[in-house]
């Protein structure tokens, strides 16, 4: 109980952090500002407002933090997590993919003892290390994610295009580039709202190779839940050729 309670205390005060107009990505660490922002498929907006707050550590190193973000678009909305870092070092963190974290909507930044501790368990919380779970990543400074930088406006653009031959003309959508695998393929996550606003949003998963083309068949998939949906995710991945595991250097993407 007292978990929960401190926990919506903390994320009250940054809701309040967050509401009024404030530069990008305030208060951040930049470690677990990456973690959360490739890992949350919706946990990056260009024009967002991020938080990071340590929660706790276990005796192995690995962090427990709250993300916040707030995304002052054309569809407003706000992102609460907790997420998971494995490891970290002074260029890089690890995390196990897909599994790392949980969210909630912004009216709702309440997260009970069971889903708290189903995310430790997942994450191996106060035991041994499991390095063969890690996934690791680049550190990006500043809120500033470069692997976004290439081809961000044509994807979304191109991930907006298959959701709308999806829902029609009567929706408007925004696609956010969420991911980039080891073999360039991206993970968009594309939210829709209603020009008539008495239906309720819909979220999707689009998956494009690195030329733009869809991944197959299925490579746009509807969202069943909009805040848990790690399962879906992942199986999402696994269904449309996804390469888990480390992705490229800075060093690395710069060679070719």
Same mark, same amino acid.
């Not at 530069?23 to 470690?31: K, L, S, T």
């Not at 002052?72 to 997420?83: G, Q, W």
């Given at each position: @109980?007292?978990?929960?309670?401190?926990?919506? @205390?903390?994320?009250?005060?940054?809701?309040?952090?967050?509401?009024? /107009?404030?530069?990008?990505?305030? +208060?951040?660490?930049? =470690?677990?500002? #990456?973690?959360?922002?490739?890992?949350?498929?919706? =946990?990056?907006?260009?024009? =967002? *407002?991020? +938080? #990071?707050?340590?929660? !706790?550590?276990?005796?192995? =190193?690995?962090?427990?933090?709250?993300?916040? @973000?707030? *995304?002052? %678009? %054309?569809?407003?909305? /706000?992102?609460?997590?907790?997420?998971?870092?494995?490891?970290?070092? !002074?260029?890089?963190?690890?995390?196990? /993919?897909?599994f790392c974290f949980i969210v909630k909507d912004g009216w709702d930044t309440t997260f009970d003892e069971a889903m708290v501790a189903a995310l430790m368990e997942q994450n191996d919380w106060g035991r041994p290390l499991q390095a063969e779970r890690m996934i690791w990543r680049d550190i990006v400074q500043g809120g500033k994610d470069s692997a976004r930088s290439i081809g961000y406006l044509e994807s979304a653009l191109l991930a907006e295009g298959i959701v709308s031959g999806i829902v029609g003309s009567a929706w408007e959508n925004d696609a956010v580039l969420s991911d980039v695998d080891a073999n360039g393929k991206m993970l968009l996550f594309v939210r829709c709202w209603p020009k008539d606003v008495r239906e309720s949003t819909k979220r999707y998963f689009v998956m494009l190779e690195p030329d733009g083309s869809c991944a197959g068949e299925s490579c746009c998939e509807e969202i069943a839940s909009v805040y848990q949906y790690q399962a879906q995710l992942h199986a999402f991945k696994e269904k449309n050729g996804w390469t888990f595991g480390d992705r490229p250097s800075a060093e690395g993407q710069a060679a070719h």
């Open positions: @109980m007292k978990r929960i309670v401190y926990l919506s @205390m903390l994320l009250a005060v940054l809701l309040t952090s967050t509401a009024c /107009e404030l530069p990008p990505y305030r +208060n951040v660490d930049d =470690g677990l500002f #990456t973690i959360a922002a490739n890992a949350i498929p919706n =946990g990056y907006a260009a024009h =967002g *407002a991020a +938080n #990071t707050k340590d929660l !706790e550590r276990d005796d192995y =190193g690995r962090t427990l933090f709250v993300y916040t @973000m707030t *995304a002052p %678009d %054309d569809a407003y909305y /706000e992102l609460y997590a907790l997420v998971v870092c494995q490891q970290r070092d !002074e260029k890089r963190v690890a995390y196990y /993919e897909d």
